[in-house]
């Protein structure tokens, strides 16, 4: 819900994009039950899947209240079984721009492998 931002969604993205740490969200909306069709409350997982998904993190989805400590555990277990990578780019440059990074992992064993990982950098600026 959102009803009064500091930051524009653009802006939001922008500071999810430089975050060092990955980002993992989770979706509470449920239909406004109340018949006030003035309620605040709006649907938007896609928002929350833009700010996840460039950092590494994910969007969960919690429709049920009573299922929010089991995605709240998920996402703790998947913090604790997940590799971390260093990378170093060849060329160094200092001009504080975003530079994208593509992630690719071969299986051995044929076994299906899913991998989320930052989009980027922001290079540091002189």
Do not use: C
């Not at 931002?5 to 939001?12: A, F, I, N």
């Not at 649907?43 to 089991?70: C, I, N, Q, V, W």
């Not at 721009?97 to 076994?111: D, I, L, M, Q, Y």
């Amino acid at each position: 819900m959102d009803n009064h931002s500091r930051y524009s969604k653009k802006e939001v993205k922008g500071l999810a994009r430089e975050v060092a740490l990955p980002i993992y969200t989770i979706n509470m909306w449920q239909p406004d039950r109340s018949g006030n069709r003035y309620a605040i409350q709006r649907r938007d997982p896609g928002l929350l899947e833009e700010l996840a998904a460039p950092t590494g993190g994910r969007s969960f989805a919690a429709r049920d209240m009573r299922k929010l400590t089991s995605v709240a555990e998920g996402i703790g277990l998947e913090i604790r079984h997940e590799y971390v990578l260093g990378y170093a780019p060849a060329e160094h440059h200092l001009d504080g721009k975003f530079r994208h990074v593509s992630v690719k992992v071969n299986s051995t064993g044929g076994e299906k492998v899913r991998i989320f990982h930052r989009a980027g950098y922001v290079a540091p600026a002189q």
